[in-house]
């Protein structure tokens, strides 16, 4: 049986994939937390908060993800640029987590782009076999976390 993994994040600006992501997730039962944001800057003042550990210890709307589904066309700021941002945190915060672009694009662009941040590249919608996918990829027969906190 595989752990759970500590936590999930979903970053879309549409309300209803979140819905239905969330559902999904939860459904599968493959995470202990799930959080969503609808869009990249609300999403990376998150991750930013996390790695730095500036919240109230216990707090349960605070956690260390460890898959981030990321949309690529949001407002504010969008995928690329949240990834951009990103790779400037902490190296051992980023290593323990596995970045995911979900997006209705098969554009050459955006899948070149993701590959050049290290992120993995799923085309809308998210199924249990899309997920499945990328816990057998990652997080399989790793019983631990990815890393000690």
């Known amino acids: 049986m595989m752990r759970k ?20 997730l939860r459904r599968m039962g493959i995470a202990d937390n799930i959080r969503t944001f609808v869009n990249g800057k609300q999403a990376f003042d998150y991750l930013y908060n996390v790695s730095n550990g500036n919240y109230e210890p216990g707090s349960p709307d605070y ?10 066309n949001m407002p504010v700021m969008d995928g690329f640029e949240m990834l951009d941002l990103f790779e400037r945190l902490n190296p051992e915060f980023r290593n323990r987590i596995v970045m995911t672009v979900l997006t209705t694009s098969t554009h050459p662009y955006d899948t070149d782009t993701s590959r050049k941040f290290a992120a993995e590249y799923l085309t809308k919608p998210l199924t249990a076999e899309k997920i499945n996918m990328l816990l057998d990829k990652y997080f399989k027969g790793k019983e631990e976390p990815l890393s000690e906190m």
């Open 5 to 24: 993994l500590t936590g999930i994040l979903l970053i879309d600006d549409d309300d209803t994939t979140n819905f239905l992501n969330e559902r999904l």
């Open 63 to 72: 956690f260390q993800p460890e898959l981030i589904f990321l949309d690529i």
